[in-house]
């Protein structure tokens, strides 16, 4: 428990951040954020943009899986609706980025709802089979109908925006960094309504929330929908910075990593997406510009890049073993251990 | 409170964590500084994942192209460097790996992994406006000099490696009837439409068509209907090697006397000698000589000098693209212009009649984006070796 932290109405006590400190920290990482763009160069805007879609989708995925622990792997299929979305509004109605990133979310929340009506029935394992089946489900359609493009896909224009086209990382991060943080802000304010509060119960104990008199049919659809909108707004994301989607572009692993970032991360935590989606998406890079270091050049690269991806699963081995709640606990020990320094923690 | 305490252990990794992120994330800034003169060949090759097995073959092609040119005095005395990074075949890294190559180099020319990799860069390379690619795709949608400026393919694309094999069976068998088994994958129906219109004006007819999961195991079903239409030629193509020796063993033991075919990616004499006693006389379109091929090729002499253990086809494709890029390169600087796309895209497209020391039997010529040629061969099983079964076809 922090000290001097008084609350003195439950508006206070409920409230997203609670503490001087808090403000501070949110406005360095504000900070930062803003001037990232101005200091990194394109290779860390586009790492920056990735990881930004990543965790939007991861934040997505939690509120379903780490929330609500309705298990699910079709995200990517979610996503790759929300951006055959936004690609054939642009191509073929020219309509706006807002509108055509709503309408992703908006058209992936109801391939999410379709999905979510075997949860009531199934669970766990059985309902993460449900949910493949809707990746080849969403794969076949992307394959096969003309205006999706067949295998080849889409190619889309640049996003364009007052004037401008989004055509480089640096001014895609203006698009794509500021729609995940507003999502972010919502997941983690969902958890504050009776809403959110429902989804906890449901994973906690279905049956007791039902007899609490929480409806399980409503509650379920409504995490999934919220959770594909997210899929599909990440998914619009993706269009507008690859510009270029095919079938190919959303597989099944796509959805497993997805999964496995909130694992790392932490199931249940909006600060595990943001970790999760940020080690999974970066740890590989790091480790390959560690491995830059070393004397050898193009020789070593073919040997080393298996023992990169080796390290790479050792690692998430390791955080999993040692720390089963994921990153996000591991940030709440550190912070923890802050917080009472210099007593014994 | 205990849970909560942090351990000495504990702290001492993290700190250790931090530090080894804190020098990944410093490092770009301590790049070398780049010899200017230096013409640079960047690289997304897949060095793991589904397709390490040729993505080694290309690194270590471009890595000796590289090492022979350096150790002849470079290009007007100018060294190459090659900057290879691994992509594991996925798209997203293989961005990354060029944004994160080209913000440490100035690259000239750039070697790309996949079809939704040229796709995905197109338009940055059109922006950047100084870098020329080439890649492991042939896709026929990037056989198109105006939508893909600054790209060329290492060989036929897919539609004119099937144009390749169906003009050999013209020629073999006149009026034959050919099947297409293909993969449900961009890859696998690249060439299906276009081809079977060029078959029809070859004279040949196509009696069926089958699309399979890009991964089937169980092709059963399928060869009992490729058995009905009984073609005189079955042409795989979207596959390295599964299903091929399924529908091989299963149509001989069914009694078809189809002759069988393959293209590029499947051909390489090491997955073809996979099919085992059944794959004997198995064919395909290849537009390079194999590695063992006796015919008089001085750069498959220079190779085999290299690299006495054989060399993959993969490996000959990605020293092809490496003297490809090097020769535009090497025009430009003659010419006394500027190393843009533009202009090494003129060079390349300047070749006629290039001799490329025998890694293709002929000489070519690059009008538009791809090098149409290439040569039926054949797998002779007890030799354990892939033997020329036509002359060099050009289209």
Redesign the interface.
């Known amino acids: 428990m922090r000290i001097g932290t008084l609350k003195e109405s439950y508006v206070a006590d409920a409230a997203l951040f609670d503490s001087r400190t808090q403000h501070v920290w949110l406005a360095i990482a504000a900070a930062a954020l803003l001037l990232f763009p101005f200091m990194a160069n394109d290779y860390w805007l586009y790492m920056a943009c990735l990881v930004a879609i990543n965790i939007a989708s991861s934040a997505g995925l939690n509120i379903l899986t780490g929330y609500t622990g309705l298990v699910s792997l079709g995200q990517a299929a979610f996503m790759g609706l929300g951006a055959y979305t936004v690609a054939i509004l642009q191509l073929r109605w020219g309509t706006p980025l807002a509108l055509n990133l709503l309408a992703a979310g908006v058209v992936a929340m109801l391939g999410g709802l379709i999905v979510g009506v075997p949860s009531l029935r199934v669970k766990g394992l059985y309902l993460a089979i449900v949910t493949i089946a809707a990746t080849f489900i969403a794969h076949f359609l992307f394959a096969n109908f003309d205006f999706t493009g067949g295998t080849s896909g889409l190619s889309m224009r640049p996003a364009r925006v007052f004037g401008t086209d989004l055509d480089t990382s640096f001014r895609l991060y203006w698009l794509i960094v500021p729609v995940t943080v507003l999502m972010l802000l919502g997941a983690a304010n969902l958890f504050r309504t009776r809403i959110g509060r429902a989804f906890i119960a449901i994973r906690d104990r279905d049956i007791s929330a039902e007899v609490l008199g929480i409806a399980l049919l409503k509650y379920k659809l409504l995490s999934f929908g919220l959770s594909s909108f997210y899929a599909g707004v990440a998914g619009g994301l993706f269009a507008y910075f690859f510009r270029v989607i095919t079938p190919e572009s959303f597989p099944l692993s796509m959805s497993i990593f997805f999964l496995a970032a909130i694992i790392v991360g932490g199931m249940g935590s909006t600060l595990g997406s943001i970790l999760g989606a940020a080690f999974m998406t970066m740890v590989p890079e790091l480790l390959k510009l560690v491995f830059d270091l070393l004397p050898g050049g193009a020789d070593l690269t073919v040997f080393l890049a298996p023992v990169r991806l080796v390290i790479f699963g050792a690692l998430i081995i390791v955080f999993l073993v040692f720390e089963p709640l994921g990153l996000a606990e591991m940030w709440r020990r550190t912070r923890r251990f802050f917080h009472l320094w210099p007593f014994k923690n | ?1 205990n849970q ?3 351990s000495p252990r ?2 001492g990794l ?1 700190l250790g964590a931090a530090a ?2 804190l ?3 410093t ?2 800034l301590a790049v070398l500084a780049q010899d200017a003169s230096e013409i640079v060949i960047g690289g997304s ?1 897949p ?2 994942g589904v397709f ?1 097995f040729a993505g ?1 073959g290309i ?2 092609g471009i ?1 000796d192209y590289v090492k022979i040119i350096n150790d002849a005095g470079g290009i007007k005395g100018r060294k190459v460097k ?5 992509t ?1 075949y996925k ?3 293989s ?2 790996a060029f ?2 190559i ?3 180099n100035k690259v000239n020319v750039y070697y790309g992994d996949s079809t ?1 990799f040229a ?2 860069i197109n ?1 940055e390379l059109e ?1 950047n406006g100084n870098i020329l690619m080439a890649g492991a795709s042939f896709a026929s ?1 990037l056989n198109d000099p105006k939508k893909y400026p600054h790209q060329f393919l290492v060989g036929p694309d897919y539609t004119e490696m099937f144009g390749i094999l169906l003009k050999h069976i013209a020629k073999e068998k006149p009026g034959a009837k050919v099947a297409f088994v293909y993969s ?3 890859f ?3 060439p299906i439409e276009k081809s079977e219109a060029a078959a029809k004006q070859l004279g040949l007819t196509v009696a069926i068509k089958i699309m399979t999961a890009a991964g089937s195991v169980d092709v059963s079903g399928e060869v009992i209907k490729l058995r009905r239409a009984a073609p005189d030629y079955t042409i795989f193509h979207g596959y390295i090697l599964a299903p091929i020796p399924e529908f091989i063993t299963q149509g001989k033991q069914q009694g078809m006397k189809s002759k069988w075919m393959g293209t590029f990616w499947t051909m390489d004499s090491s997955t073809v000698m996979k099919m085992g006693a059944d794959g004997d006389g198995f064919m395909g379109v290849m537009p390079y000589r194999y590695y063992y091929d006796t015919e008089a090729a001085p750069m498959l002499e220079k190779i085999r000098a290299m690299r006495p253990e054989y060399q993959s086809t993969a490996y000959t494709q990605g020293m092809l693209a490496a003297m490809l890029f090097l020769e535009s390169v090497k025009r430009c600087l003659d010419a006394g212009k500027p190393l843009t796309g533009d202009a090494m895209k003129a060079a390349l497209n300047s070749l006629k009649d290039f001799d490329t020391g025998g890694l293709i039997g002929v000489p070519i010529s690059i009008p538009g984006n791809s090098i149409p040629v290439g040569r039926v061969y054949k797998a002779d099983m007890k030799a354990q070796k892939m033997v020329p079964a036509s002359d060099w076809i050009k289209l």
């Open positions: 409170m909560q305490a942090m504990r702290r993290m080894t992120g020098a990944a994330l490092q770009p090759i060095m793991t390490a080694v690194n270590d890595q090659y900057v290879p990074e691994d594991a798209v997203d890294v961005v990354a944004k994160k080209t913000s440490q939704g796709k995905t338009p922006r949608e449900d994958s961009e696998g129906r690249d």
